[in-house]
């Protein structure tokens, strides 16, 4: 009888935890994972290929983006929330960061491609806040099987991310940000899915 229970709980929390809103974050984690690590993982062979960045400017972006980064999710990631909801947050991250990739595939100065670079790693950093807090609203009660979640599809990401990335960059040196591009314009549309089925939202 024990053993039945447990089973039951089990397929229940799985149940209540895979809803179609749910699923969807999750793909999002990987799509964020994956085109973060696909985006990071060749910008220096790209940037230096493409546009010519010395050493000097490639440490300049990667300085300033820490800096960026820092003050969003500190001071401003609260507030962004509060102000707009996760789910306006995670929709707007995604174009953020789709507009930037576009940006820097069209982008003909070095300035240009740092700012687009700003906003796609800002983005990319206040996307995985504001997913796991919608997760968890969403499903309370199963923190554990998210974060359990969360981790795997973030590994995967970061190992698919840069497999993908280093194979199309070999084949045409724009061809990473434009598939990046692709999934990031994919999510960005799915967000509106999220806010069909969570009306709460």
């Known amino acids: 009888m024990a053993e039945n229970a ?9 149940a209540d935890l895979l809803t179609k ?17 696909g985006f990071e993982s060749i910008y220096s062979l790209y940037v230096n290929q493409v546009f010519h960045f010395s050493l000097d400017n490639i440490a300049l972006v990667l300085t300033l983006n820490g800096l960026t980064s820092l003050f969003m999710q500190v001071a401003m990631f609260e507030r962004l929330v509060n102000w707009l909801n996760e789910t306006r947050v995670i929709r707007y991250c995604f174009f953020i960061a789709f507009a930037g990739t576009i940006w820097i595939l069209f982008a003909h100065t070095k ?5 687009a670079t700003l906003f796609v790693f800002t983005a990319f950093d206040l996307l995985r806040p504001a997913i796991t807090t919608l997760l968890t609203k969403i499903s309370s009660k199963n923190q554990g099987l998210i974060n359990g ?7 995967v990401g970061n190992i ?8 199309l960059l070999d084949m045409n040196t724009h ?14 549309l799915f967000t509106y899915v999220i806010r069909l089925q969570q009306s709460r939202v």
Do not use: C, K, R
């Open 6 to 14: 447990t089973q039951t709980d089990l397929h229940g929390n799985w």
């Open 21 to 37: 809103p749910v699923i969807i974050l999750f793909i999002m984690i990987l799509v964020s994972s994956f085109g973060l690590q």
């Open 111 to 115: 300035w240009e491609v740092i700012v």
């Open 149 to 155: 979640l969360n981790m795997s599809l973030t590994s």
């Open 160 to 167: 698919v991310g840069p497999l993908m990335s280093g194979a």
């Open 175 to 188: 061809f990473p940000y434009a598939v990046v591009a692709v999934f990031l314009l994919v999510s960005y």
